[in-house]
Nanobody
């Protein structure tokens, strides 16, 4: 059974920072990419960032570029999303997902999903 578990969400003031974690278990994800998506209230789930298996390749949505950093600890099978300079519009449930390809970056392209962690940014 594949399990992706997000943690690190919470309430933060605008301009603050949070670090989300996504711990994977249940199979070997060698060669797989890990994505972060988010879903704000009343909106569709959208792509945020992706990292390749080796950690050498990353890609970000324009809305978070320069503020968010995705990284991976392969030994721990964990992916992180460092979120700085948070804005109220970053408020959403954040999901991590695993895909067998780096270039999918779509909801339908993911093979496994976590249950999400809520991030709330107050103004």
């Amino acid at each position: 059974q594949v399990l992706l578990v997000e943690s690190g969400g919470g309430l933060v003031q605008a301009g603050g920072s949070l670090r989300l974690s996504c711990a994977a278990s249940g199979r070997t994800f060698s060669g797989w990419a890990t994505d972060w998506f988010r879903q704000a209230p009343g909106k569709e789930r959208e792509f945020v960032a992706v990292i390749g298996w080796s950690g050498g390749s990353t890609y970000y949505a324009d809305s978070v570029k320069g503020r968010f950093t995705i990284s991976r600890d392969t030994a721990k099978n964990t992916v992180y999303l460092q979120m700085n300079s948070l804005k109220p519009e970053d408020t959403a449930v954040y999901y991590c997902a695993a895909a067998s390809s780096f270039n999918r970056r779509t909801n339908s392209g993911m093979d496994y999903w976590g249950k999400g962690t809520l991030v709330t940014v107050s103004s």
